[in-house]
């Protein structure tokens, strides 16, 4: 009897073991497929990525031109003298401020003056507004002269960007 009592104690500490075991086991396996549910969702992100890496690039390259690596004085001198040209109008001066470094992106301060008609002003302003160089328009004054063509001479404080890499 005491065989068969010692027997049954025996089989209840070995299944109190395999209790104990079992637990851990659900644990450990529980904790696996949260890690698998993670990342499964990484997964997924990284392949929702990957499908707009097409589109990444050409935002890139948008990017890289409106903000081109040096400053590009002579560029945006003869740009804007196109600009004048374009719309029937006289770029009489342009000077170059210093340069600053702000947020990362160096900024170009620029002065202009142009001369002519205020529909050739208009012109000048959208092709700025559309020019493939991130330019921002600081301030604008305009003078109009009565007495004699052309008409209006516009004074413009602006400021091209670009990134120094």
Known sequence: MFVVILAVGALLAVGYLQLGVLKRTADILAAEELQLGQARVRLQAMKALAEKEEEFKEQLAVLEQLLPKDAGDERLL????????????????????????????????????????????????????????????????????????????????????????
């Open 78 to 165: 003869v740009d804007m003298q196109s600009a004048a040209d374009l719309s029937a109008l006289r770029f009489t001066v342009i000077r170059f401020g210093e340069r600053a470094k702000t947020d990362g992106v160096y900024v170009l301060p620029v002065n202009m003056t142009f001369e002519g008609r205020f529909h050739g002003m208009l012109n000048l302003l959208e092709y700025i507004r559309l020019y493939e160089r991130a330019v921002r328009i600081e301030e604008i004054k305009a003078e109009v002269n009565q007495q004699a063509a052309p008409d209006l001479t516009a004074y413009i404080k602006a400021s091209a960007f670009y990134t120094g890499e």
